[in-house]
């Protein structure tokens, strides 16, 4: 096992054959999943709008570093199939944006 590294994953799709029963929950809950809402957390978190059109889904992943950022996304992107499956929540393609945190350069201010 090589060096661990941490993962910010910005998983991003677009709601797709959405039953009534989901549109009627997303609807429900839009105010706990609006830009105030996203964070980066292990189990990931939802954010969406009024439209149901798109959303993102923010996910922290740890894995080795030889495995580098495919394979965080790789993982994010499961983590969120599995999420939005278990909510009943149909979705097309999704995307992933990558920020290895551990190589992350920080410019501090003087």
């Given amino acids: 096992m090589g060096t661990q590294h941490t993962y910010r994953v910005i998983v991003r799709g677009t709601f797709d ?35 149901l059109k798109h959303f993102s889904y923010r996910v922290i992943v740890v894995s080795d570093a030889e495995d580098g950022e495919e394979m965080a996304a790789a993982i994010a992107e499961d983590r969120v199939e599995t999420a939005l499956g278990e909510l009943g929540h149909d979705h097309g393609e999704l995307r992933a944006s990558v920020t290895d945190m551990d190589t992350m350069k920080i410019n501090y201010k003087r």
């Fill in 17 to 51: 054959g959405l039953s009534e029963a989901s549109r009627a929950r997303l609807l429900a809950e839009v105010d706990e999943h609006g830009m105030s809402a996203m964070r980066f957390t292990d189990e990931g978190s939802l954010a969406y709008d009024r439209t």
